[in-house]
């Protein structure tokens, strides 16, 4: 009878033993932690702007709002073979990142009374400072066309933006529009030019 309730007890510590041994397990799992990491990207800033005079600048980006350039004195009473010139300026503004570069990419011309788009040849020359008149108007020609509704040669200019808070350095640039010859410019002809340019950031 003793052996027997002795086979019991030994039969109740093993299973104890085996209960405090999942009970170990349970103890001894492993640590668990984790670390998160975050990017935050900004885009950064292109605006173009011009100016007709070199001192004051503004957007005029759309075909409406066009700058009205200063061309000389001719401008308005053209005859056979005159020359009338404007200057223009292009920057990139204060807020703006990145470099660029510049590109004339079309002109849209208008004949409002009679027909002298066909009859009127105009060039882009990029100037020294503001220097655009007859026998200054001399530098790197960035595009010309032989009718006013003509844009050929194309050449791309670099635009540099400043620190933050400064505008860009400018780029001068001079129109040189010349009448047709008699018998193709026609009198009281009245036509307007919109010029288009682009910046691509670099």
Not at 42 to 51: I, M, Y
Not at 138 to 144: K, L
Request: glycine share 10%; with cysteine.
């Amino acid at each position: 009878m003793a052996t027997r309730t002795m086979s019991k007890k030994i039969k109740a510590l093993l299973a104890g033993g085996l209960v405090l041994g999942v009970g170990g397990t349970v103890v001894l799992a492993a640590w668990t932690d984790s670390e998160f990491s975050e990017g935050i990207f900004s885009a950064g800033s292109l605006n173009l702007e011009g100016s007709g005079d070199g001192t004051t600048y503004a957007d005029q980006d759309t075909v409406d709002g066009a700058l009205q350039l200063t061309f000389s004195d001719l401008f308005d009473n053209l005859a056979p073979e005159d020359t009338t010139y404007a200057a223009y300026w292009l920057r990139l503004d204060a807020p703006t990142t990145t470099d660029a570069t510049l590109t004339p990419t079309s002109v849209t011309a208008t004949d409002i009374t009679e027909t002298n788009a066909d009859a009127i040849s105009w060039t882009l020359t990029q100037v020294d400072s503001g220097d655009c008149e007859a026998g200054t108007a001399v530098g790197t020609v960035v595009a010309s066309g032989s009718t006013l509704d003509e844009l050929t040669g194309a050449t791309t200019l670099d635009l540099t933006a400043n620190a933050a808070g400064t505008p860009g350095t400018a780029v001068p640039l001079c129109f040189a529009v010349t009448a047709g010859a008699e018998g193709t410019f026609e009198q009281a002809g009245q036509t307007s030019a919109v010029w288009q340019f682009d910046a691509t950031s670099v």
